[in-house]
């Protein structure tokens, strides 16, 4: 009995604690008069939780409709400030405005972990040009009202003020230091309308899935801000994004698609100015698109500089990032804008000359124009003796002319260069095909088929090679020898396929077809379909090509192709759904 009584006794006592807690708010309210106004005001203020400060707001508005002599009206003001400014800074926002003015809040370290930072359950895409240009000005607007309290010795707010300053710079409030510092953000901010400072901050945040569509935006929008400045925000952006998030470019879709990003960032990778590589039998295309991001990047790397002399100081470490990203120099001694400078004066003229020589050559090689192709690869080796694509291809142009002796010192010399292997020995082997020595090709290949990894995918890549470069009987050779090895492999029976179709084998062709195993892609099965029509067994065509989707048929030739083979057959609902997709 003792120890229920006890039981009722504490949880009595619970209660009780929970409800005085509760209550510790409208407690104090209730002692204004005598104990004076401003002091609860502070007091509610210091507690610095959503409760309070929601009643320290109700409560600042009724004295002001009732302060009809104007009597505190500006302190009064000035604890509305803060409560904004602060509630901005620490807690979740009530709307998807707060959330767009919270953004302009510059973050680091610890307060980056904060949920409602980087989800704040707002999107982007839902703010007007005029909402970001308004919260721009609000937030601007609260920074110089904060300091103005702050600066103020006599104001008994001075020292909340000052606390939130500092949060925000990250450094002791000093009046004189405070006001440059308070007027450089809120110009930097209020800038063209809040954009750059704004997709700047969501930058350097890494806030991606705001700072990504804004970009995106300044490209499709109708804007103040120059087509220049405009792509430098973009840019700036998906660079940043690419490095930060470690995006891989594993096939030939995703490497064209951040084609651009890797002319920006890292021209060697995926090695898409390679003339031995998946690329080549869209190789043109790639060089042309390659050519156009190469001759961007100079205008980039200054649009970079310029805006960095508009947005000083805030962004100094994001500016010095995409920097040393966009021009592969990471020197230490290049920390402030001014050496940026004077670095980029002395380079410019010439920089990344050597690229421009190698798209020009694989230009030229794609026109059968060797001789021009050479002179391009050894221009750009005189200016990077290294550099691997120059260094391979130029392996490509002197198989192409016959010249033999010239072929082999470069043979040996690219042999002599450990960071090329053990790829460089395919390049090798396929170089030697061209030149029609192929028992020089074999022993290469027979090397490199004992580097591990390399044994099962040696003969399927020599067959691609060969297919890119129109050697259809070698091609086929290879080919019949990978789907030995490689038998389940679909890729390299969809290209077996292909060797048989190319040296006019068709039937051969649907059979390898057929043998595929697996869900088989959309665009094999229209592969098929030519296959069957070709070869005249226009019945299984119009079955084959009745089973692909309609929303396949993005390809306006294959759209048409596709249409005239209905008509021909007098498949009135296939060429109906065919019709209907034109």
């Not at 920390?335 to 230009?363: A, C, I, M, P, T």
Request: negative net charge.
């Amino acid at each position: 009995m003792a120890a229920f009584a006890s039981i009722l006794l504490i949880d009595a006592f619970f209660w009780k604690w929970k409800f005085f807690r509760d209550r510790r708010v409208w407690h104090s309210l209730r002692k204004f008069s005598s104990r004076g106004v401003e002091s609860q005001l502070l007091s509610l203020f210091r507690q610095n939780d959503l409760k309070a400060d929601a009643i320290l707001v109700q409560e600042i508005h009724e004295r002001m409709r009732s302060n009809s002599s104007g009597k505190n009206t500006e302190e009064l003001t000035h604890f509305l400030i803060l409560v904004e400014l602060r509630h901005l800074m620490t807690h979740s926002p009530r709307s998807s405005k707060e959330a767009l003015q919270e953004a302009f809040f510059l973050r680091s370290g610890k307060d980056l972990d904060l949920p409602h930072i980087l989800e704040p359950g707002f999107s982007v895409d839902n703010f007007s040009i005029e909402d970001i240009a308004d919260s721009a000005t609000s937030v601007a607007g609260l920074l110089w009202k904060t300091y103005r309290i702050a600066r103020e010795e006599r104001s008994r707010l001075n020292t909340q003020a000052r606390r939130l300053l500092e949060q925000i710079f990250s450094k002791p409030f000093e009046s004189g230091t405070y006001e440059q510092l308070v007027e450089t953000m809120t110009d930097s901010i209020q800038r063209e309308g809040g954009l750059p400072f704004l997709l700047l901050n969501l930058i350097q945040r890494g806030q991606w899935s705001w700072a990504k569509p804004l970009g995106q935006r300044l490209l499709t929008s109708d804007l103040s801000l120059d087509e220049e400045s405009r792509a430098c925000l973009y840019w700036m952006a998906e660079t940043q994004w690419f490095i930060r998030k470690s995006i891989t470019v594993p096939d030939f879709e995703s490497t064209i698609r951040y084609l651009y990003h890797l002319c920006f960032v890292n021209p060697e990778r995926a090695g898409f100015l390679e003339i031995d590589s998946q690329f080549f039998s869209q190789f043109e295309t790639v060089n042309e698109l390659a050519k156009e991001g190469f001759l961007f990047k100079e205008t980039l790397v200054d649009r970079v500089l310029v805006l960095w002399g508009e947005q000083p100081q805030f962004f100094d470490g994001l500016f010095r990032e995409s920097l040393q990203v966009l021009t592969q120099q990471k020197n230490k001694i290049y920390q402030n804008r001014d050496s940026w400078l004077k670095w980029w004066e002395r380079v410019k003229e010439d920089f990344e000359k050597e690229y421009l020589f190698v798209v020009e050559g694989n230009l030229h090689y794609s026109a059968h124009q060797f001789k021009e192709a050479l002179d391009n690869f050894d221009k750009a080796l005189e200016i990077n003796p290294h550099l691997r694509s120059a260094l391979l291809n130029r392996l490509f142009c002197l198989a192409k002319l016959n010249r033999s002796e010239s072929h082999l010192r470069s043979v040996e010399e690219i042999k002599g260069i450990k960071s090329l292997y053990p790829s460089s020995l395919s390049v090798i082997g396929n170089s030697f095909l061209i030149l029609g020595k192929d028992d020089e090709a074999k022993k290469v290949y027979s090397e490199l088929s004992k580097v591990d990894g390399w044994a099962r995918k040696v003969d399927y890549y020599c067959s691609t090679f060969c297919f890119e470069n129109g050697l259809f009987e070698k091609a086929l050779f290879f080919a019949l020898r990978a789907h030995e090895a490689n038998p389940e492999d679909m890729s390299v029976g969809f290209h077996l396929s292909q060797c048989y179709n190319a040296v006019g084998k068709k039937a051969e062709a649907l059979e390898s077809l057929k043998n595929l195993g697996g869900n088989r892609p959309h665009w094999v099965n229209y592969y098929r379909f030519t296959l069957e029509r070709d070869s005249g067994r226009l019945g299984e065509a119009q079955q084959t090509l009745a089973q692909i989707p309609i929303e396949y048929f993005d390809d306006p030739e294959e759209l048409e192709a596709a249409l005239d083979f209905a008509k021909n057959s007098s498949d009135l609902n296939l060429l109906r759904r065919l019709k209907a997709r034109g």
